[in-house]
Nanobody
Framework: QVQLVESAGGLVQAGGSLRLSCAAS????????VGWFRQVPGKEREFVAA????????RYADSVKGRFTISRDNAKNTVYLQMNNLKPEDTAVYYC????????????????WGRGTQVIVSS
């Protein structure tokens, strides 16, 4: 059974950077696409970024385009989210999710999810 574990969240000042990791175990990592989502209390989960199985194809939410970069290292079974020029509105719990096959949608239509890692951006 596939398990995903997010890490490297934390507290950072506005304008700073964080690099989130999503480590996978079980299953075959190269067989699924991965998305990053975020959620704040009282609001719906929001799409952030997604990457295809090979890492050649990516897509981003307009709110993070140009600031965040998603990448994957299939040899390490890990997907990363590099977050630069962070803003207070980026504060949220960040989740990674996997989906079998070639699709990497912006919806919540993924097969398995991690438990999340907290990101707090102070002004």
């Amino acid at each position: 059974q596939v398990q995903l574990v997010e890490s490297a969240g934390g507290l950072v000042q506005a304008g700073g950077s964080l690099r989130l990791s999503c480590a996978a175990s079980g299953g075959t990592f190269i067989s699924y696409a991965v998305g990053w989502f975020r959620q704040v209390p009282g609001k719906e989960r929001e799409f952030v970024a997604a990457i295809g199985r090979t890492g050649e194809d990516t897509r981003y939410a307009d709110s993070v385009k140009g600031r965040f970069t998603i990448s994957r290292d299939n040899a390490k079974n890990t997907v990363y989210l590099q977050m630069n020029n962070l803003k207070p509105e980026d504060t949220a719990v960040y989740y990674c999710a996997g989906r079998w096959g070639d699709e990497y949608p912006i919806t919540n239509d993924y097969h398995f999810w991690g438990r999340g890692t907290q990101v707090i951006v102070s002004s």
